[in-house]
């Protein structure tokens, strides 16, 4: 008889605690707990906790379709792959800012890693009043080391190129290229629009000049491969504290724009800054001048200490990357925050408003800034004037 190779098999919470009890991670006679507590679009994640002890572990495993969409849409399983080999490659740059992993399998497309139940998920937390006073900080230096160390400035196109291969990441791009460049951006039947705010989207979807520049960053998207990037770095992909920042869920890893993560946490903690009242406001707005801020100072650093392009030093270079980095960002952020209104994925901070007007104002808002950025992209020279274009929508 030949023994067949082992398959994949979904997780219950009876057998992820036997898969840790087997990888030894905690003793065979312990009392474990097991909660599976994904909420997110694509995967289960299961809590073990041994109360006796006060330890626990978390076991990620990728399903092989899309959770919130069903059977129907096969996803890759080698997602759980790249994205534990995201966070291995991040952690050498900023270990600080990343979960622990403890073991993999890339059949069971399962990663093993330390439980970060200390910290909240930051949407979740922004949503209730906390304002973590170094997550830009924290963010910033993130986005600055793991993007420079990755580029063409840090590596040179050929390494850079190798490593690049090892990032393919077709199926979770196409997610990308679909739910946040292109279906909100047409009257798709995946979209998710209040029926009130109708004549917002279709006046986006009639938009000539909106959609051609919506082309364009999708392009850019597509073609830029400048850097390895987290690929969903909104503010569900984010645990924090007062103290601590660690960056989650990396499976949408590829070689991209750098100004595509930089954008994604603008544009989502721009979403929780509306959907707070005015006097809750300057906290997470000062996260969006502040992630920018430290980039620049982190990326600049870097820049000038370890770059292996002969170009490196002519005056103006990295101005100019700057520059482009950051119109990316907010055209990025502007892509973001249309699909968080009317696509698949809303954000789960403004669909908590219960107050109708409220929230309906905030979407209001939200799809004029998102316009604008993508839109105007080239005129905004600092992370102040988006700040500014948000206090301008706000008081009408
Ligand atoms: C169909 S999946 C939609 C979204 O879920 C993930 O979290 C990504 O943000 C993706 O765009
Ligand atoms: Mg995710």
């Not at 030949?2 to 992820?16: C, H, I, K, M, Q």
């Not at 330890?55 to 399983?77: M, N, S």
């Not at 900023?94 to 890339?106: K, L």
Request: aromatic share 10%; hydrophobic share 45%.
């Amino acid at each position: 008889m030949t023994r067949s190779e082992p398959s994949y098999e979904a997780l219950t919470e009876t057998t992820a605690i036997a898969l840790a009890k087997t990888l030894e991670l905690f003793s065979a006679d312990a009392d474990l707990i097991c909660h599976e507590i994904g909420d997110g679009n694509l995967n289960m994640v299961f809590r073990i906790t041994e109360p006796a002890a006060k330890r626990g572990i978390i076991i990620k495993q990728a399903l092989p379709y899309v959770r919130v969409i069903g059977e129907g849409w096969p996803l890759t399983l080698n997602r759980a792959v790249i994205e534990s080999e995201a966070l291995r490659h991040f952690a050498k740059h900023v270990p600080q800012y990343v979960p622990e992993i403890y073991y993999t399998d890339p059949t069971y497309a399962i990663t093993v890693m330390e439980d970060l139940s200390h910290l909240t998920i930051v949407r979740t937390g922004l949503a209730s009043g906390s304002t973590y006073p170094l997550l830009s900080t924290h963010i910033g230096e993130f986005l600055a080391k793991t993007l420079f160390a990755t580029s063409d400035f840090a590596m040179g196109p050929q390494e850079k190129r190798e490593l690049a291969l090892q990032f393919h990441n077709p199926e979770l791009c196409k997610i990308t290229e679909n739910f946040v460049f292109t279906y909100p951006l047409f009257d798709h039947e995946t979209n998710d629009v209040e029926p009130i705010l109708r004549p917002i989207a279709e006046q986006i979807w009639g938009d000539q000049s909106l959609l051609l520049e919506a082309a364009k960053l999708k392009q850019t998207f597509i073609t830029h491969a400048e850097a390895l990037l987290h690929g969903d770095l909104h503010t569900g992909s984010i645990f924090a504290s007062d103290e601590e920042t660690k960056v989650i869920d990396p499976e949408f890893a590829f070689y991209g724009p750098i100004g595509f993560d930089i954008g994604l946490f603008i544009a989502n903690t721009l979403l929780s800054a509306l959907a707070r009242e005015e006097d809750g406001r300057d906290a997470l707005l000062f996260h969006i001048t502040n992630v920018w801020d430290v980039f620049v100072d982190t990326f600049s650093t870097l820049w000038q200490q370890n770059n292996v392009e002969d170009f490196a030093s002519i005056e103006g270079y990295l101005e100019y990357q700057l520059q482009h980095i950051f119109e990316d960002a907010v055209g990025f952020a502007g892509s973001e925050i249309i699909r968080r209104i009317f696509g698949l994925a809303h954000a789960r901070d403004i669909e908590a408003i219960i107050e109708d007007a409220h929230r309906l104002t905030v979407k209001r808002n939200a799809a004029a800034l998102g316009r604008d950025f993508i839109v105007n992209r080239s005129l905004y020279q600092s992370p102040a004037q988006l700040v500014q274009a948000l206090q301008q929508v706000v008081t009408g």
